[in-house]
C-alpha cells in the first residue's frame, strides 16, 4: 500500500521555526517529485513549493519565498519542510503529495494539484 506521511506540526509562536517531514512507506521517493500544499480554515488549498527528483525547487508561493525550504534525503525516503520566520498566516494543515517522474508539474497543474498521491497532512498552528 502506497502511503505518505506528514510529521513535525504544531503550535509555534510568529517568528518561530518548524521542519515538517514526509515520509514515503510502500514505495521510493526516489522515482517521485514531491510537493508540499496547505490548506488554511475556510481557504482554499495552495501549493507551497515543489522538489524534483533531482533536488530542484519549483513553483515556490511567493507568500513563502526566503523563508520555506523544501529538501529530499532519498537514502531515508523523506522530504522535509523547513519552516522560517514564521507568521499567524501560515497557519494551515500541510499535505506532501506524491507524482511519478522527474520533474514538478507546471505552475497551473500544481496549483490545480495534479499529484498522485497524498499525505493526510499535519497541523501547524502560528500563535502567540
Known amino acids: 500500500q502506497l502511503q505518505l506521511v506528514e510529521s513535525g506540526g504544531g503550535l509555534v509562536q510568529p517568528g518561530g521555526s518548524l521542519r515538517l517531514s514526509c515520509a514515503a512507506s510502500g514505495f521510493t521517493l526516489d522515482d517521485y517529485a514531491i510537493g508540499w500544499f496547505r490548506q488554511a480554515p475556510g481557504k482554499e488549498r495552495e501549493g507551497v513549493s515543489c522538489?524534483?527528483?533531482?533536488?530542484?525547487?519549483?513553483n515556490t508561493a511567493d507568500s513563502v519565498k526566503g523563508r520555506f525550504t523544501v529538501s529530499r534525503d532519498n537514502a531515508k525516503n523523506t522530504v522535509y519542510l523547513q519552516m522560517n520566520s514564521l507568521k499567524p498566516e501560515d497557519t494551515a494543515v500541510y499535505y506532501c503529495?506524491?507524482?511519478?517522474?522527474?520533474?514538478?508539474?507546471?505552475?497551473?497543474?500544481?496549483?490545480?494539484?495534479?499529484?498522485?498521491?497524498w499525505g493526510k497532512g499535519t497541523l501547524v498552528t502560528v500563535s502567540s
Open positions: 503529495a506524491a507524482t511519478w517522474g522527474s520533474y514538478c508539474p507546471g505552475p497551473i497543474a500544481f496549483r490545480r494539484g495534479g499529484m498522485d498521491y
Open positions: 522538489i524534483s527528483q533531482s533536488g530542484v525547487t519549483t
